[in-house]
């Protein structure tokens, strides 16, 4: 069973920083490309950032600059460092990882379980 935590999110004030995390743990033979959505009240979840296995990276357009993405492969952790952060930024952020079980050998999404992150002053 493979399963991503992810932790780090909470109230912030505008113009404010956090720093998300997720952690993968299980049966897992390898991870591909790792990330981070989010979803705010009415409308459908979205991708904030990309990760491969190899470090390249991209963004959606309303967090370049502001928010930057990494992993380590040793820990298998992707982690989401926002900075500069806006009220419109209040959303549930969710962890995804593509990953091959290493008992089945297929790859599969993986999503968290969100963590709650609001901006407000």
């Known amino acids: 069973q493979v399963q991503l935590v992810e932790s780090g999110g909470g109230l912030v004030q505008p113009g404010g920083s956090l720093r998300l995390s997720c952690a993968a743990s299980g049966s897992i033979f390898s991870i591909s490309a790792m990330g981070w959505y989010r979803r705010t009240p009415g409308k459908q979840r979205e991708l904030v950032a990309r990760?491969?296995?190899?470090?390249?990276?991209n963004y959606a357009d309303f967090v370049k600059g502001r928010f930057s993405i990494s992993r380590d492969n040793a820990k298998n952790m992707v982690y989401l460092q926002m900075n500069s952060l806006k009220p419109e930024d209040t959303a549930v952020y969710y962890c995804?990882?593509?990953?091959?079980?290493?008992?089945?050998?297929?790859?599969?999404?993986?999503w968290g379980q969100g963590t709650q992150v609001t901006v407000s002053s």
């Open positions: 995804n990882a593509d990953i091959m079980s290493a008992v089945t050998l297929r790859r599969s999404g993986y």
């Open positions: 990760i491969s296995s190899g470090g390249s990276t």
